[in-house]
């Protein structure tokens, strides 16, 4: 399994950014994927996920300014990011969770400990 994310940048706040995440290794389509972000100091926290049916839930500190989403044709997932704030500087990751073979995935867990794979992460720097 091979996860590599990208899109991450400076930004000032308000402005937004899409991460990227384009995995290989296993049946994307029946995966629950994710998107943590974990800032110097702090714990990694859970903030999106998609199961695999396509149903999403949002951690509240970026409902209504993130949009997570999959492309199963491409095996890629993304993150929209709107109104970004100082806040969110962090490095973004993402994260599946592989459901045994022949079976889809229909977790709701944004647990750290529940998920399978990670990427490498990538760095999002917002200033004020």
Same mark, same amino acid.
């Given at each position: ?7 991450? *940048?400076?930004?000032?706040? +308000?402005?937004?950014?899409?991460? !990227?995440?384009?995995?290989?290794? $296993? #049946? ?12 110097? *100091?702090?714990?990694?926290? +859970?903030?999106?996920?998609?199961? !695999?049916?396509?149903?999403?839930? $949002? #951690? ?69």
């Amino acid at each position: 399994v091979h996860l590599v994310e990208s899109g991450g *940048g400076s930004v000032l706040a +308000g402005e937004s950014l899409t991460l !990227s995440c384009e995995a290989s290794g $296993y #049946t994307f389509d029946a995966s629950c994927m994710s998107w943590f972000r974990q800032a110097p *100091g702090e714990e990694r926290e +859970g903030l999106a996920i998609i199961r !695999s049916d396509g149903r999403t839930r $949002y #951690t509240d500190s970026v409902k209504e300014r993130f949009t997570i989403s999959r492309d199963n044709a491409n095996r890629t997932l993304f993150l929209r990011m709107n109104s970004l704030k100082v806040e969110d500087t962090a490095m973004y990751y993402c994260a599946v969770v592989v459901p045994d073979d022949g079976l889809y995935c229909y977790t709701w867990s944004l647990a750290e400990h529940d998920y399978h794979y990670w990427g490498r992460g990538t760095q999002v720097t917002v200033s004020s």
